[in-house]
């Protein structure tokens, strides 16, 4: 790489008052920030009484955001306030590292299991977007720590205790989305396979021109659920109805979202939902998405349950998430989803 290139858009803020042409979107793929609509909230759950009498409450509302919007915010859900400020705390310290720091964890090799890298896939995209992430697999803890940053000082301890909390919080989740589709506690959790979890730390720098471009643009997760933690900076846009809604963060609460593999393993009953980032010209935001997985060998199918060959034939072959992953990634962030190339 030219000595004048700067691999991460972090450093090439600084030095430009437009949008660099190769983060320009075709005017048919922009944002139009004016249409999205700001006064309307997505589904709020109180997992308070998730493991009381009043369970099947709980369930039902998670069956219903599931159903109606692929996409929900959760409240009292176990992860302390104090777990989640360090969290947010020792990513802002590690974008805020200088530059010959965070170049030591740089790579745009994919298979890297820890990577700093820019956009999305720098390899294969046309377009690239504005964003820096680092990308971090968590799970087993023990087979991946050793391999993340050391700088911020405290950056591997925070990081892990993070990173426990919320598999904890994925867990209960699957149970409660598996009862609602009146399965057993545990199908999801048995259909992942050993399981795997990966996390990003998003940064998005303030965007001289955020009509251009995107932070990221619509997309479907490859995963089975996503459990986000922002900033205070609004950016997330969830699609219902073809209509953008913008999700307003709201502290110390997550937002979950529904991924292809429940989809599958739905056989529809829940979709996961395109949803896209937006920048804006004045604050920096952080994003830090939880991606709970299946393992690479899992073998993906819908629950034998949903299946009834009249109403509710198998909409999709069986597959293994590694086979469903590596399209993901060839393919890149795309409106249409990956799983069509997977139904019968």
């Known amino acids: 790489m030219a000595a004048t290139m700067k691999p991460l858009l972090t450093d090439l803020v600084s030095t430009v008052s437009s949008v660099p042409p190769n983060f320009i979107r075709p005017e048919s793929d922009r944002p139009n920030l004016h249409d999205v609509i700001s006064d309307h909230s997505i589904p709020v759950v109180d997992l308070h009484h998730l493991d009381g009498p009043n369970r099947s409450t709980v369930v039902k509302a998670i069956g219903q955001a599931c159903q109606n919007y692929g996409f929900f915010q959760v409240k009292n859900h176990g992860v302390s306030n104090e777990v989640i400020d360090k969290m947010m705390h020792v990513s802002k ?120 471009t995107y932070g990221l643009p619509g997309h479907a997760d490859p995963n089975a659920i996503t459990i986000l933690l922002q900033d205070g900076v609004p950016g997330l846009q969830v699609l219902k109805n073809g209509k953008w809604i913008a999700v307003n963060p709201i502290p110390y609460t997550f937002i979950v979202n529904i991924g292809d593999q429940i989809q599958v393993l739905s056989n529809d009953r829940y979709k996961s939902v395109l949803h896209r980032a937006v920048v804006n010209c004045k604050a920096e935001r952080i994003s830090i998405p939880t991606f709970y997985c299946p393992s690479p060998d899992a073998m993906i199918r819908a629950a034998p349950q949903l299946i009834n060959p009249v109403q509710h034939p198998s909409i999709y072959r069986n597959f293994t998430y590694s086979e469903y992953y590596d399209k993901f990634w060839k393919r890149g962030l795309n409106a249409e989803t990956c799983l069509d190339m997977f139904k019968v």
């Not at 090799?109 to 294969?124: A, E, I």
Request: proline share 8%.
């Open 93 to 212: 310290e590690f974008f805020h590292l200088p530059e010959s720091e965070r170049l030591k964890n740089y790579s745009d090799d994919p298979m890297k299991t820890t990577r700093l890298s820019t956009s999305f896939n720098v390899r294969t995209e046309n377009v690239s977007s504005w964003r820096d992430y680092l990308r971090l697999h968590c799970y087993p803890l023990e087979d991946y720590v050793n391999e993340w940053p050391t700088n911020p000082p405290s950056f591997r301890e925070d990081t892990a205790e993070y990173c426990n909390n919320t598999r904890r919080l994925a867990l209960r989740l699957l149970e409660a989305i598996s009862e609602s589709l009146d399965l057993e506690k545990d199908h999801i959790n048995s259909a992942l396979g050993k399981h795997a979890q990966h996390m990003a730390i998003n940064y998005y720098p303030p965007c001289p021109e955020p009509e251009l």
